[in-house]
């Protein structure tokens, strides 16, 4: 998963704006530093979000002059792609936990924050959300 950013050139540096991720935005003294401040930024947007209900658009592919792809760290992108899966499909994060066969709500909201799933873990997700694609998680 990655996001995109549009870099601009100011007077005593840079700074960028997320294409898909309204608000985020950073600045940096040199590229590689607006490179490092944006990875962060992003990944600070996306790992606080605003309530269970609110997903974030995901990211489409973007290619030009100025623009700076950010890849997302797996552990965020499966969170950003569960709870957007999971809100496509109309569920809560209560009847996801009760497909997954888990004990509790809060093992399932884990999953909604950064974590690193099991592989059965994963395999269970995949039950639950058929059009779920790992590959998107994994591949920047």
Known sequence: M??????????????????????CATE?????GLERNAKEA????LDEPADST???????????AGILSIPVDPGIALSVLLRSYRLRHRYTQRQVA???GMKNLYSYQRLERRSNPSLQTLQKL?????DLSVDYVLNP
């Open 98 to 100: 009760r497909r997954l």
């Open 126 to 130: 995949k039950l639950v959300f058929p």
């Open 28 to 32: 940096g003294d040199t590229r590689e």
């Open 42 to 45: 992003l990944h600070l947007y």
């Open 2 to 23: 990655t996001y995109h950013f549009k870099v601009h050139r100011a007077k005593d540096g840079y700074w960028a704006e997320c294409l898909e991720l309204k608000g």
């Open 54 to 64: 609110a997903a974030f658009p995901l990211p489409k592919p973007v290619t030009g």
